[in-house]
């Protein structure tokens, strides 16, 4: 069993950055691929970004590449969501996730095993 952490959400203005956290603790944190989703209220949970577990690949949805960087530390057990430029519709709670099987479906909630508890942030205008 793993258990996922997010911290590092919060308020911020258009324009700024806040940088997200996932601590992973339990099992080895690997050799899990890594995603980030978004879930507005009443909305479908949105992919994000994703990273393989050598970190060599990574993945991103339209709406944020260029502005939003996944990255991972094996060593720490932690992954991390470094958002820039950040949008008033960035604004959602945001979860990050470990799939176990590798990275074939990383666009796919079901792909996913663990889930943290969700972070929210905000982007005011």
């Known amino acids: 069993q793993v258990q996922l952490v997010e911290s590092g959400g919060g308020l911020v203005q258009a324009g700024g950055s806040l940088r997200l956290s996932c601590a992973a603790s339990?099992?080895?944190?690997?050799?899990?691929?890594m995603g980030w989703w978004r879930q507005a209220p009443g909305k479908e949970r949105e992919f994000v970004a994703a990273?393989?577990?050598?970190?060599?690949?990574?993945y991103y949805t339209y709406s944020v590449k260029g502005r939003f960087t996944i990255s991972r530390d094996n060593a720490k057990n932690t992954g991390y969501l470094q958002m820039n430029s950040m949008k008033p519709v960035d604004t959602d709670v945001y979860y990050c996730a470990a799939a176990p099987l590798g990275s074939q479906h990383y666009y796919r909630t079901d792909w996913y095993e663990y889930w943290g508890q969700g972070s929210q942030v905000t982007v005011s205008s």
């Open positions: 990273i393989t577990w050598s970190g060599g690949s990574t």
């Open positions: 339990g099992r080895t944190f690997g050799p899990y691929t």
